[in-house]
């Protein structure tokens, strides 16, 4: 209601004789428009900045690959990685570095460089360091990621994760 009363009350005090005061009042600024944007529900989901797109969770070390997956370069040192979604009691950094647009990077985990490894039934998530929203991750099972081989993205950067030969660096096929 307030917000009825404040578009009538903006549209009665207009100058019609000026167009540019009028410009921001019109045809399609409708109540039902300004309702609907009001209650929008929140968007929901991951980010899909740093996207997760290949894991290696049976060599030695572990590794997995992650992809910008936007147009603009990030600071790769703005997110973190965790094993279990949700817990940032074992958040690790990424390093500080500039990731281009496109632009992979690979990650090894072990006891000492994440103070974890990957299983063979094992998740990975990754987060925005500074509010902790979710950008990306993946939960496997067991003999997704066998010896030899990874679970990767098909095709590379937004497909479904499938087990495949690793391509380590460069785009999955």
């Not at 070390?61 to 949700?86: C, H, K, M, R």
């Not at 958040?91 to 647009?101: D, H, Y």
């Not at 006891?111 to 998530?125: I, P, R, V, Y």
């Amino acid at each position: 209601m307030k917000l009825l009363c404040l578009v009538t009350l903006l549209a009665a005090c207009s100058n019609a004789a000026d167009p540019a005061v009028d410009a921001f009042v019109g045809p399609h600024d409708t109540i039902a428009g300004i309702d609907a944007a009001i209650d929008a529900p929140p968007i929901t989901g991951p980010l899909r900045i740093v996207v997760l797109d290949e894991v290696a969770a049976s060599e030695t070390p572990d590794w997995f690959e992650i992809v910008n997956a936007t147009t603009s370069p990030i600071q790769l040192s703005d997110f973190v990685y965790v094993d279990v979604a949700g817990d940032f009691t074992k958040a690790k950094a990424f390093a500080a570095m500039t990731l281009g647009p496109g632009g992979r990077f690979v990650q090894n985990v072990d006891d000492t460089t994440s103070g974890f490894k990957l299983a063979s039934d094992e998740e990975l998530w990754i987060y925005r360091a500074s509010d902790h929203a979710l950008s990306d991750g993946v939960d496997w099972a067991q003999g997704d990621s066998p010896a030899g081989m990874s679970y990767a993205r098909a095709p590379d950067v937004f497909g479904p994760f499938v087990t495949g030969a690793p391509s380590k660096g460069t785009p999955n096929p």
